[in-house]
């Protein structure tokens, strides 16, 4: 499905990590790779983990406590399970994955964190996905050549299934960022009805706008002011919007204006 999507140019339903884009372009996931696949503060607090020890900085009990105190316990990882037919976890379904041979019983301290590491990015990254990764591969390289996305490289590829977050348009980037041409101006009705419209869009047609107007499905660290964005006018004549139709808006992505009809 998400070969046939980028294939057919449209967006794939589900959001794809940063690391799933890399294995399928043929890259070797690394301990960076966990970053786009746990959460935030577990990343945060393996990244701190992993600096400790590669640099021989001693742990305190405190510090311990600090970090890990709420997750890493023993070699075994739990697994929550959804209740069927709802959104709620069942947590006496849960299950244990297990990192080491009866790694439940294992703690984990300041000695073997290391192990823990490394077994840790095994799972995630390597032994514990394998088949699956490799099924997928397959999949998609039966419909894209590894060689033809492997140029896309992972953001191209994750840029072009829409997997990217654009979170909603900021008022004061918007109304610095996109600046209105003759005939109109900031007190024009059509200009705020569309910065009013661009404040009630969702994300995909957030996505999709920006993909209208500028040919990227996402806005630039620094926003709307970042884009080759040059303003919002008005046709000339009716005969500069395709088909002479002058109901609809129209974008010149190479110009970087958005074209209203009056």
């Known amino acids: 499905m998400m070969a046939k999507a980028l294939l057919d140019g449209l967006f794939f339903p589900l ?31 393996l990244k701190w983990l992993r600096q400790a020890i590669s640099t021989g900085t001693p742990i305190s009990d405190a510090e311990w406590m600090k970090n ?34 009866d790694g439940q019983d294992v703690d984990v301290t300041c000695d073997n964190a ?9 799972l995630h990254l390597r032994d514990g996905v394998l088949l699956q990764l490799r099924a997928l591969k397959s999949g998609f ?33 918007m109304n610095e960022g996109i600046v209105p041409q003759q005939p109109y101006t900031r007190q024009s009705e ?13 994300e995909r047609d957030r996505s999709n706008f920006l993909r209208f107007v500028t040919g990227a499905p996402c806005l630039p660290s620094n926003g709307f002011r970042g884009l080759k964005f ?19 808006p129209f974008a010149g992505t190479c110009h970087g204006f958005l074209k209203l009809p009056l």
């Not at 940063?18 to 690394?30: K, M, P, T, V, Y």
């Not at 046709?235 to 002058?246: K, M």
């Open 230 to 248: 040059r303003g919002v006018s008005a046709p000339i004549t009716v005969q500069d919007l395709p088909g002479g139709d002058s109901r609809f």
């Open 114 to 122: 290391a192990d823990y590491l490394r077994e840790f990015e095994r």
């Open 190 to 202: 059509q200009f705020r009805w569309l910065l009013e419209t661009l404040k009630d869009l969702d």
């Open 15 to 45: 959001r794809i990590s940063f690391a799933l884009a890399r294995c399928i372009c043929g890259q070797e996931l690394d301990f960076d790779d966990l970053g786009s696949i746990i959460d935030h503060n577990r990343w945060e607090s």
């Open 141 to 173: 390289y039966s419909i894209i050549p590894q060689n033809q996305v492997a140029v896309l490289g992972p953001s191209g590829l994750l840029h072009l299934l829409g997997c990217f977050r654009v979170p909603e348009f900021d008022d004061d980037d």
């Open 68 to 101: 890990f105190g709420c997750f890493l316990t023993s070699f075994a990882l739990p697994t929550w399970i959804a209740e069927p037919g709802s959104k709620g976890i069942k947590p006496e379904m849960s299950k244990e994955l297990l990192l080491v041979k």
